[in-house]
Nanobody, 116 residues
Framework: EVQLVESGGGLVQPGGSLRLSCAASGFIFSYYSMTWVRQAPGKGLEWVSSIDPGSGLISYTDSVKGRFTISRDNAKNTMYLQMNRLKPEDTAVYYC?????????RGQGTQVTVSS
């Protein structure tokens, strides 16, 4: 059974940083690309970033380029999203998903709130 568990969300002031983690189990993590997506209040899912199995192919949506960094540790079956210079519009539930630019399967999400 595929399990994806996000953590690391919270309340942060504008300009602050957070590091999200996604712990994966139930499949061979190193075989799969992985993705972060988010859902802001009242809006649909938005793709944020993807990374291929070897971390050689990485892409970001334009609104987070230069501020967010995706990475993974295949030995730990974990993916990360380092988020810097956070803005109020980054407020959302962040999900990790298996696959490149994929939304399913995904975890239960972690809430990120950017507010002063």
């Amino acid at each position: 059974e595929v399990q994806l568990v996000e953590s690391g969300g919270g309340l942060v002031q504008p300009g602050g940083s957070l590091r999200l983690s996604c712990a994966a189990s139930g499949f061979i993590f190193s075989y799969y690309s992985m993705t972060w997506v988010r859902q802001a209040p009242g809006k649909g899912l938005e793709w944020v970033s993807s990374i291929d199995p070897g971390s050689g192919l990485i892409s970001y949506t334009d609104s987070v380029k230069g501020r967010f960094t995706i990475s993974r540790d295949n030995a730990k079956n974990t993916m990360y999203l380092q988020m810097n210079r956070l803005k109020p519009e980054d407020t959302a539930v962040y999900y990790c998903a298996r696959g490149y630019q994929s939304t399913f399967p995904r975890g239960q999400g972690t809430q990120v709130t950017v507010s002063s």
